[in-house]
């Protein structure tokens, strides 16, 4: 073991953004055989009202269609993190991504906490920052912005 510091438990909230394909190379150097990343897709109930009385679509649909996006986006980074060896694990949670979050710190032990910058357009972009920025003022462990 080195004497650098280790983060054995990641967590990474994703949104399914062309900007987390290369979330792998950013981990590389925090990589140790005991480092497991947990990936999950947060589907924010609020997001998607505001996404179907914005495109006139059932929640159900937007939901729905949300969810595939999700799946596709876990699948993917979660076979990107294996070819490198990192264990893994997935999650889709629905809920309030905020508490979801702070939960899955406090249960799952998290070490570092991932936030990955994305476009701030759109629902989904004021969304996504509103929540980096309540969970940055309540957390005590590293976050690793990108």
Request: glycine content about 4%; hydrophobic content about 40%; charged content about 30%.
């Amino acid at each position: 073991m080195s004497d650098r510091v280790l983060f054995r438990r990641i967590l990474i909230p994703i949104s399914g953004t062309e900007e987390e394909e290369n979330i792998t190379d950013y981990l590389l150097p925090y990589k140790t055989e005991e480092t497991i990343i947990y990936l999950v897709f947060i589907n924010d109930e609020t997001q998607i009202n505001q996404i179907s009385r914005v495109m006139k679509k059932e929640p159900l649909q937007v939901k729905v269609d949300l969810e595939e996006k999700g799946w596709r986006a876990l699948y993917f980074l979660e076979e990107k993190f294996q070819d490198l060896k990192f264990k893994s694990n997935i999650q889709m949670i629905s809920g309030h991504p905020v508490e979801i979050i702070k939960g899955l710190v406090r249960k799952l032990k998290i070490d570092l906490l991932v936030f990955i910058k994305k476009s701030s357009k759109g629902i989904s972009g004021r969304s996504e920052e509103k929540v980096m920025e309540e969970v940055i003022g309540h957390t005590e462990i590293p976050i690793l912005l990108i």
